[in-house]
């Protein structure tokens, strides 16, 4: 990969996930508090929905930019090796690698960002202090094996889709996707993706949100996801979806679409 579309990649992708994070915070805020073992009221309901956006403000840029370049420069290594039969083989790769590459921050990030949603009346720099006081600079990882196994199989779904969408509606009209067809592909492969693995972004939330020491803090997803589906049933562990995959179907829409326009501007 050039040097022109390294740049090109890490600041379309910024400012890509700094569109999507700050416009659509509320909705994630929803639920995350939709999700959370205390019940959406109690974890405040629609008071406070701008809590932990400091947090998100901090690590979109960074997260998103490692993500794409991460992606960017694996198919540029990778694509002349494949042929077009395998290429969403290559797709699945590069973006699971780019998720494991952007957890190092998006984990962190989240968090600080979701204690803070649960919890409104703390704030984003007291819940940053008081996570460093009592678990260390490993409390800042919780939930880091939960989160990669969340966005992996989301982006082994939504990656490969979306480059999918895209060279099928290329072919349908005989020429190149404009940004706003990107976007629009990138708002259906989201929320599909968003949808299949909402079961993994509950279990993600509860470990993330639950008190140290307890069973659910040891960050084992699979015993999460049963203890949800015995207290809760079937319901439980697709609470939330409603928000989750409005959120990211738009977010597919300015995410993806801003990507594309921004990295075409800088080509």
């Known amino acids: 990969m050039e040097a022109r579309e390294f740049v090109a990649s890490l600041v379309a992708g910024g400012m890509a996930g700094m569109c999507v994070d700050l416009t659509l915070f509320p909705l994630d805020t929803m639920k995350t508090r939709l999700q959370s073992q205390q019940g959406f009221s109690k974890a405040g309901g629609f008071r406070g929905i701008y809590a932990g956006v ?5 690590g979109s840029f960074p997260n998103a930019a490692l993500f794409f370049v991460t992606y960017e420069c694996t198919k540029s290594a990778l ?13 699945m790769f590069a973006a699971s690698l780019g998720e494991m590459v952007a957890c190092l921050i998006r984990v962190p990030t989240e968090v600080v960002k979701q204690r803070s949603q649960a919890c409104p009346t703390l704030g984003t ?8 006081r009592q678990e260390g600079i490993s409390g800042l990882y919780r939930g880091f094996g939960s989160t990669v196994k969340r966005e992996i199989p989301f982006a082994l779904v939504q990656f490969p889709l979306w480059e999918f969408l895209k060279v099928l509606w290329s072919w349908k009209q005989n020429s190149a996707v404009d940004s706003w067809q990107s976007a629009v592909c990138g708002a ?4 599909f993706s968003a949808a299949v693995t909402t079961p993994l972004d509950v279990a993600k939330t509860r470990i993330m949100l639950a008190k140290k020491g307890t069973r659910t803090a040891s960050g084992k997803v699979l015993p999460t996801l049963k203890n949800i589906y015995k207290t809760q049933g079937i319901s439980g562990l697709f609470s939330g979806i409603v928000p989750r995959v409005t959120w990211i179907s738009i ?8 990507y594309d326009k921004v990295h075409k501007l800088l080509l």
């Open 54 to 58: 400091p947090s998100a403000a901090i």
């Open 79 to 91: 694509g002349p090796l494949v042929s077009t039969k395998t290429a969403p083989l290559l797709h």
């Open 125 to 132: 720099r007291k819940v940053f202090v008081e996570t460093i």
């Open 188 to 191: 259906f492969a989201g929320g």
């Open 251 to 258: 977010g597919g829409f300015l995410f993806l679409g801003t």
